[in-house]
């Protein structure tokens, strides 16, 4: 009996033993599961993690590449800036050195108008390695017809005496009142009111003109500034005169180029404007223009206005006959007098000037001077001989003779002192607009001088040598002798000073620079007035128009 329990008692141990074993192993066998699933999900979530930071990794990776390669171009660019600023520069210097040749020797080389050998893509530095790396220079200015209407490009320099000296205007009226306001009110869309406001900005009095202005305006403006009253240092200093905007000044021409881009004609008012007017009044003036007062040997030429006599009577005779210089020293004792009447003549009378020596201890009757050599044309002065008679001195420069005789007047005498002569106006480069101010031309000899005019003067085979002074109106008979008279203070035929646009660039075209100059030819070495960096406003001066370019 007590055998048979304990039996039982075994049995029932080993069953609930057996049931616990069975119970824990499909409990280990749950929580492996769960545990294999666990790691798996584990796994998946790693996976998704390192795939994102694989995605992030190489964004930051593509970023940090593209941000390189735009820091290496930055960089290229900049360093193309800076080199071909330095071609610019050179340009510069190339186009000094090339105006301090004598005439005829720039002439022989193509002249300056527009010449591309001379002008258009000099190499400066060259690698022969690498054609994208030698970097030129282009000497460009725009081309324009008589109208003045842009009409593209060409390779060469700009006359400044082609266009209004605003600075010298306040000279002109001394010769004749409102002659300044004349000349501007031939610039498109000028007004009296701005006229005489530039006038009363660049004279050097604070009295106001009819339509003009001086301090009481601008001192009531916010802020308050005062007038130059005196010569203006830039054309943008005319965006302070009244009335004065960068749409009457620069136009249609936003970067200043002077050519009228495509991009510049974009959401503007091109169709109400008339086509000299695309460029503004940046086309038509300037602040610099002067020629040279020298003779063809780079000496002085003698002034008939000295007011030392004794020493203009030593000039004269270093370079004419007594029949000269008797002739202009009597004048500048007696001044004008009479022609001779047909009984003078016949009395013999009318005398040769070499024969009646000027008494230069004598007072001058009135203090005589000449406004221009061509008051010597067929005048006549009044003296009287021993026997107490009047004698009739003829002038060396007659019909008869002009053309050889005002020739050599005009290649050796002045009414001017120093070495240069500012601000007349160059008619052989002139546009129309600007001929149309000039006192004393009318549309009738405005049209005659745009047709026969030589426009490139840099012709080495052009020998009429009348038509290197502005006297060949005269001498062709297009004026007559008190027209001449008249424009003689205000015209010229070339100017000694110019600008040039000198871009310095290279093969593949990038980091082009742009440099604009004013160069004054009338000293012994040519000089810089007026010099601006123009890199910041963008051009249409691409490579192709430039030259040099790469080829394909």
Not at 167 to 179: E, M, V
Request: charged share 25%.
């Amino acid at each position: 009996m007590g055998k048979s329990n304990a039996r039982n008692s075994c049995v029932a141990n080993l069953t609930r033993d057996s049931r616990w074993c069975s119970i824990s192993v499909q409990r280990l066998a749950t929580s492996d599961t769960r545990c294999r699933q666990h790691r798996e999900r584990q796994s998946g979530v790693l996976l998704l993690i390192v795939l994102v930071t694989v995605v992030f990794m190489t964004l930051a990776a593509l970023t940090f590449m593209s941000l390189m390669q735009v820091e290496e171009q930055a960089s290229r660019v900049l360093a193309r800036r800076v080199q071909s600023k330095y071609l610019a520069d050179s340009g510069v210097d190339y186009t000094r050195l090339f105006l301090s040749a004598a005439r005829q020797d720039i002439h022989a080389k193509g002249g300056l108008w527009d010449n591309p050998t001379q002008f258009q893509a000099i190499p400066a530095a060259i690698d022969l390695n690498n054609l994208e790396f030698t970097g030129r220079f282009t000497v460009v200015a725009p081309a324009m017809n008589d109208d003045g209407i842009p009409e593209g490009y060409r390779f060469g320099l700009v006359d400044e005496s082609s266009k209004i000296n605003l600075n010298a205007l306040p000279f002109f009226d001394k010769w004749t009142p409102g002659s300044a306001r004349q000349i501007l009110m031939s610039l498109p869309e000028m007004t009296e009111e701005i006229a005489d406001s530039i006038l009363d900005w660049v004279d050097e009095d604070n009295e106001e003109r009819e339509f003009g202005t001086e301090s009481g305006y601008y001192s009531g403006l916010t802020p308050a500034y005062a007038p130059k009253n005196g010569p203006l240092d830039s054309l943008d200093e005319l965006l302070l005169v009244r009335g004065v905007t960068p749409e009457l000044l620069f136009s249609l021409d936003t970067n200043r180029n002077g050519v009228l881009d495509t991009e510049e004609t974009i959401d503007t008012n091109a169709s109400s404007l008339d086509a000299d007017q695309y460029l503004g009044w940046a086309n038509y003036i300037t602040l610099f223009s002067k020629e040279s007062n020298l003779n063809d040997e780079g000496l002085k030429r003698v002034n008939i206005n000295g007011e030392d006599l004794d020493q203009l009577n030593d000039d004269l005779k270093s370079a004419f006959n007594d029949q000269w210089t008797n002739f202009i020293l009597q004048f500048r004792l007696h001044g004008p007098g009479n022609a001779p009447s047909e009984q003078d003549e016949e009395d013999g009378l009318v005398q040769e000037a070499s024969a009646f020596p000027p008494d230069l201890g004598i007072e001058p009757e009135e203090d005589f001077r000449f406004a221009s050599v061509v008051d010597l044309v067929n005048r006549w002065v009044n003296v009287e001989n021993d026997d107490g008679q009047t004698v009739y001195l003829r002038s060396p420069i007659t019909t008869e003779t002009i053309g050889l005789s005002l020739l050599t007047g005009m290649k050796q005498l002045t009414v001017y002192e120093g070495e240069s002569i500012p601000g007349r106006i160059n008619i052989m480069q002139a546009p129309r607009r600007v001929l149309e101010g000039i006192p004393g031309l009318d549309t009738e000899l405005i049209d005659t001088i745009i047709q026969v005019r030589e426009f490139e003067l840099d012709d080495p085979e052009f020998l009429d040598l009348n038509r290197n002074y502005e006297t060949w109106l005269l001498t062709e008979f297009l004026v007559d002798v008190p027209t001449m008279q008249q424009l003689m203070p205000y015209i010229c035929v070339g100017g000694d000073v110019y600008n040039a646009e000198v871009v310095g660039y290279f093969g593949d075209g990038i980091g082009t620079s742009r440099a604009e100059a004013v160069i004054d030819t009338t000293t012994e070495v040519p000089r810089i007035l007026f010099w601006r960096d123009k890199t910041r406003l963008e051009g249409s001066f691409s490579v192709e128009i430039l030259g040099g370019q790469l080829s394909n």
